[in-house]
């Protein structure tokens, strides 16, 4: 369905921006939406300004907005819609019922209009690991598969089911890319305070299976046109085995990127073994099918970690590592006193920390209210 334009949401984040990119150098029509920001339009103005054979539509529409987006899809009747648009964890836990309204409520508006066309486009839509809940590696040794039943422990993870589930409901074709950690140098520009947090709260031994967002966009691209292939598939979306490793192992390597060096194993606290709710929601997925069906991945761990150091500023790369040796054992002293002070035990309690620090709303709540 090359003559029929392809709808992006969330169309100038860290994936969008990427298969927008894509999708314009294919030759497709791209209608690129998104919140109107000051970055949003920055990122829309460069890659408008590059030359690409496809033809790019940017516009700016609030999935809130029903009757705008209903008028957005029926001027520009899409064959595709690439679903990215999302309030994410851990702001989302900061407000949860404006999240649900975005994450679902923002969904059902999209499908609703989406029904409307003649002709039922295809949505691809970007879902999560968060849908697992958590994963008790020694419980749970098994890679996570198409098949793995949905059990999300938080309140990001039950927006992207109760999505699923509006979408699967719609009768429109669709699949449902569920990624793992995508990475790129947006990862690390972005690190806030709320990142912290889920940084000191996540086992340092638990599974993290992380994806170059150069190769989830790639994912989403090639997609397009897949129709009949993927039509009411999971495709699991992360890197090749050399992506898959612990959390402690992924965080070194950014904070080694960065500039700052390797924390090291102290930094973290272990899972419980016999706790299956002290472990975050995510693990290694098995990619075989979506790999089979996408093509989608390209490079290698040690590709994208090179990446990510590259893009940071030169200057505060060399500051960085110039005071590394210092910043190391600070960083590794103040995430001791932190647990000292909140009465830590020897294991992580990743909930009960989140619960503490943006309240129990973090949590799933299991009612199945959309909030739209």
Not at 150 to 178: C, N, W
Not at 186 to 209: E, F, K, M, Q, W
Not at 223 to 243: F, H, P, Q
């Amino acid at each position: 369905m090359m003559s029929a334009p392809v709808l992006i949401t969330g169309a100038f984040g860290q994936v969008g921006k990427r298969v927008t990119e894509l999708l314009l150098s294919r030759g497709h029509t791209v209608v690129a939406t998104d919140l109107r920001t000051d970055s949003v339009r920055a990122t829309a103005e460069k890659l408008a300004e590059a030359p690409q054979p496809g033809t790019l539509r940017a516009t700016f529409a609030d999935l809130l907005d029903r009757a705008a987006v209903e008028a957005l899809v029926d001027e520009h009747r899409p064959g595709t819609i690439i679903h990215l648009a999302a309030m994410f964890s851990p702001q989302s836990y900061r407000n949860p019922q404006l999240a649900r309204r975005i994450n679902v409520g923002g969904t059902e508006n999209l499908v609703r209009a989406g029904q409307k066309l003649p002709t039922a486009p295809l949505l691809l839509f970007a879902s999560s690991a968060a849908v697992y809940g958590s994963r008790n590696p020694h419980r749970l040794p098994e890679r996570i598969t198409a098949d793995t039943p949905v059990a999300p422990i938080d309140q990001y993870g039950e927006d992207k089911v109760l999505a699923e589930d509006v979408i699967t409901r719609s009768g429109l074709p669709h699949a449902f890319l569920r990624l793992g950690g995508v990475l790129s140098p947006d990862t690390t520009a972005g690190i806030n305070t709320d990142h912290l947090v889920l940084i000191r709260a996540t086992p340092g031994d638990n599974r993290l299976h992380g994806v170059d967002a150069r190769d989830v966009a790639l994912a989403f691209a090639n997609a397009v046109g897949r129709r009949d292939s993927i039509n009411g598939k999971v495709l699991l979306i992360a890197g090749n085995d050399t992506y898959a490793h612990t959390h402690r192992d992924v965080e070194d390597s950014m904070f080694e990127a960065m500039g700052i060096g390797r924390l090291g194993p102290s930094a973290s606290l272990p899972g419980d073994p016999g706790d299956d709710r002290g472990w975050a929601f995510t693990g290694w997925f098995d990619t075989t099918e979506a790999q089979a069906l996408l093509d989608f991945q390209q490079h290698d761990w040690p590709e994208t970690v090179t990446w990510i150091a590259a893009a940071q500023p030169r200057i505060v790369r060399a500051l960085l590592r110039t005071t590394g040796p210092l910043l190391r054992p600070a960083i590794r002293t103040a995430l001791a006193l932190q647990r000292r002070i909140e009465h830590r035990g020897p294991y992580a309690d990743p909930w009960s920390l989140i619960a503490s620090r943006y309240g129990s709303q973090a949590l799933a709540r299991a009612d199945g209210k959309t909030g739209a």
